[in-house]
């Protein structure tokens, strides 16, 4: 694979991140919307949000078997456009099956490709020798923040679900078709042999086996990555509330929460990739993780709304390193069965998402909401007694240690 390869294999896997990003924040933001188009009751909603992750793992459960067959970038290939129309799907139907098809694609898609585009992070991240996991994920929270903006302006001017999708979806189809030419697994830049090895020669990761699948040792990671969405998922349903209902904010204060944590998540990944390089995956996650639970500890204090915004501009800047650092760490971890560890680690992505609200939501009305921001807090904690899962790790460049010799790529 040639320098200029991997450039542009890099743009167009963080177009796809960014295209995703923008796909769904307009689905969970019009998600109203949707109730009022298809006249979903209260009661029924809540299954079909439930369904969607659900879906969503096993589509990544279905890719780990599938990218054994066919490379991860023919799956992301066709995932990314499924996802899409199944967006516009979601718009343009009128009868309750309508919607409940669409979803169930977008599930499954979802799952494929957020799997799919993380096993190719990892891949080119090999092949940079440097960390560059965390940028891709940057682009997503651009990508979110983009669509949530759409989104609230479809609102604000009242326009159709499909008048809302049907524009965007015509610009980020072919956009995501053909920036997948360029897709690549960055393998054959790599340097690894069948024996997992980094371009110097060392063993990529302890507890590899050859490269076999060992749940057990993938364990750790998987806890972290699902105490991670525990937390995205408390500030994503929960930051309104808890601002107007528990410190007093008005209505449009308490929008303001949500918006600085996608905000300060975004900036956070942006640099994030330079902190691993100069202190490592361990110490930066180590970092995060503590800075995520003093952010919940300030909200589950904070006498006011705007230290509790405090809080949850904490929080952003916390929890943006924990999750593509875990992915990251799952391909260092099995470095001959990466693709299948990214796929396995992935569902708990959805773990998280369907257990957070409703964790803290049910404390919330039996206890109290300052009291329910305690358990993410502890739960993100839990990330310290794991954080040496994020290592063994590649020489960090830049302080003190030589670099393997692999093409400078940019």
């Not at 390869?5 to 689905?27: D, I, N, T, Y």
């Not at 024996?195 to 086996?209: H, V």
């Amino acid at each position: 694979m040639t320098d200029a390869g991997l450039r542009h294999g890099r743009a167009s896997l963080g177009l796809s991140f960014g295209v995703q990003g923008v796909a769904f924040a307009l689905l969970v933001t019009r998600i109203p919307a949707i109730q009022d188009q298809y006249g979903i009751s209260d009661g029924l909603l809540p299954v079909f949000l439930a369904a969607v992750p659900i879906l969503a793992g096993a589509g990544s459960v279905a890719t780990e078997k599938v990218v054994a067959r066919v490379r991860p970038s023919v799956v992301l290939r066709w995932a990314q456009p499924l996802v899409l129309l199944a967006l516009l799907g979601v718009g343009a139907g009128r009868e309750m099956w309508h919607v409940a098809v669409a979803l169930g694609v977008f599930g499954l898609a979802v799952g494929a490709l957020d799997a799919s585009m993380n096993m190719l992070g990892v891949s080119l991240q090999r092949a940079y020798a440097r960390s560059i996991m965390t940028g891709f994920h940057a682009a997503y929270s651009l990508g979110g923040i983009a669509g949530a903006s759409l989104a609230w302006a479809g609102a604000r001017w009242e326009l159709s679900l499909l008048a809302s999708y049907l524009p965007v979806v015509a610009v980020l189809l072919p956009a995501a078709l053909i920036g997948s030419r360029w897709y690549t697994e960055g393998k054959g830049a790599e340097g690894k042999g069948a024996e997992g090895k980094r371009p110097d020669g060392t063993e990529a990761g302890a507890g590899s086996a050859g490269g076999a699948l060992s749940f057990k040792l993938l364990l750790p990671l998987c806890l972290i990555m699902t105490f991670a969405y525990i937390g995205d998922s408390t500030v994503s349903n929960w930051s309104a509330k808890y601002l107007q209902d528990v410190l007093g904010s008005s209505e449009q204060l308490a929008t303001v929460p949500y918006n600085l944590y996608m905000v300060t998540t975004l900036l956070g990944r942006s640099v994030g990739d330079l902190g691993v390089r100069r202190f490592g995956a361990v110490a930066v996650v180590r970092g995060g993780s503590l800075l995520a639970a003093g952010g919940f500890a300030v909200v589950a204090v904070a006498p006011g709304a705007w230290v509790g915004m405090l809080g949850f501009t904490m929080l952003g800047f916390g929890l943006c390193v924990i999750v593509p650092q875990a992915f990251a760490a799952a391909g260092r971890m099995f470095p001959g069965n990466s693709d299948a560890a990214v796929a396995r680690l992935n569902i708990f992505n959805y773990v998280g998402f369907l257990v957070g609200s409703p964790l803290v939501g049910a404390l919330g009305d039996a206890w109290s909401y300052r009291g329910a921001m305690l358990v993410p807090m502890v739960l993100v904690l839990a990330t310290l007694v794991y954080a040496r899962a994020f290592g063994p790790e590649p020489a960090r460049y830049g302080g003190g240690h030589e670099r393997p010799r692999t093409a400078d790529v940019g």
